[in-house]
């Protein structure tokens, strides 16, 4: 006996535009009406697994709201919604690992993303992200009181930066992300900040271990963000030919992206710098050969500190503050500390003013000398 065929009332229709092939429901319902419906969702074009893989979920997704579409027909509610808020029956899981597959982040922003998800995936694995509210977020966050409150921060402005993309997309109307009152929004403690002034710098030096290789290496590279202000990442990957010479002025100069901002920072090399990398100078592409120094600089650093007695929490990060403050200290403007540190606004290097209580003492002497 034949099988009867199913009516099929909802079908996908791709349309293939210039950034991918986009993703539609036509209806046909029982009473004659036909209707189309965008899914908001595109397959991109390409073949790596990347490529692959954000297609599998998009597919996965539009089948998902096709079948949510045919229960309801089928079920006898033929006025099949429209509106924005209820044309999407997409997780919001999906909608993060989709988004995360695609795009360009840095790969810390990448995991940043994945590690939201799980947090999500064992909360409510099966939220549609048209059913995001303000209260689901409060109760959400709230399910993270364990972390730390830069990891809260963090996966909160990593949602918000999710409910933005999801508004672009024309899946929700608004950001409930944004709809938290200040005081309802995560905060991250301000981590104290030390620098060493230059007489503690010196008997740090005095005291630091030189016995191998890697401790001179550890203190080379310690030294050098302390006169020009670069991070560890950027000063592992600097390399020669990131080192030039102004032909005006016979200086050095160095000129890198830096690896957290992506800024271009142009930094002139003092007679100190200098000393530490020709002394140096080899065929190795690279200035420094002690990438995987990090954790064994930081306990030598330490170890020194204490040696001296010097009661600060130094770190290899403390050299760059080292570099900010002392040139603040010394009548550098702000704004050109904050084009040497590479920061991408000033306010993130007006918080070394707060490191130096003595300049706004000064501050207030002047006030009573003008007034």
Not at 28 to 46: C, F, H, S, W, Y
Request: hydrophobic share 35%; with cysteine; proline share 3%.
């Amino acid at each position: 006996m034949k099988k009867k065929k199913v009516k099929e009332y909802v079908k996908i229709l791709e349309r293939k535009r210039k950034n991918g092939t986009y993703l539609f429901l036509v209806y046909r319902l029982p009473n004659g009406i036909r209707k189309q419906e965008a899914t908001g969702l595109a397959l991109v074009d390409g073949n790596s697994p990347i490529d692959k893989e954000s297609n599998r979920i998009v597919k996965k997704a539009v089948e998902k709201m096709k079948a949510d579409r045919t229960a309801q027909i089928l079920s006898g509610k033929y006025d099949v919604n429209f509106s924005i808020n209820g044309k999407q029956k997409l997780r919001l899981c999906d909608y993060i690992e989709m988004k995360n597959n695609i795009s360009q982040r840095a790969n810390k922003t990448r995991r940043g993303y994945m590690n939201l998800r799980k947090h999500i995936q064992d909360y409510t694995p099966n939220i549609n992200i048209n059913e995001v509210d303000k209260n689901w977020v409060v109760s959400f966050l709230s399910t993270l009181s364990n972390l730390k409150p830069a990891s809260i921060k963090l996966y909160c402005t990593l949602l918000s930066a999710t409910m933005r993309q999801a508004i672009k997309d024309k899946i929700i109307a608004s950001n409930p992300v944004a709809e938290l009152p200040p005081e309802e929004k995560p905060k991250a403690k301000q981590a104290k900040r030390d620098y060493l002034t230059p007489e503690e710098l010196e008997r740090l030096i005095s005291a630091f271990p030189r016995k191998t290789a890697q401790q001179k290496e550890g203190l080379r590279m310690f030294l050098f963000p302390c006169y020009t202000g670069l991070r560890f990442s950027d000063v592992v990957k600097l390399q020669w030919n990131d080192i030039k010479k102004d032909a005006s002025n016979g200086k050095s100069y160095f000129v890198i992206e830096m690896q957290k901002t992506k800024e271009i920072v142009r930094g002139y090399l003092s007679s100190k710098a200098l000393a530490l990398i020709e002394c140096n100078r080899n065929s190795n592409s690279n200035v420094f050969f002690g990438g995987a120094y990090l954790s064994n600089a930081n306990k030598w650093l330490k170890v020194a500190s204490a040696k001296v007695g010097i009661e600060k929490n130094v770190s290899f990060h403390t050299a760059r503050h080292t570099f900010a403050v002392n040139l603040l200290h010394s009548g550098m403007d702000i704004y050109s500390v904050s084009r040497l540190l590479g920061h991408t606004d000033i306010k993130t290097t007006q918080i070394y003013l707060e490191m130096m209580p003595k300049k706004q003492i000064e501050g207030a002497t002047l006030i009573d000398k003008i007034f």
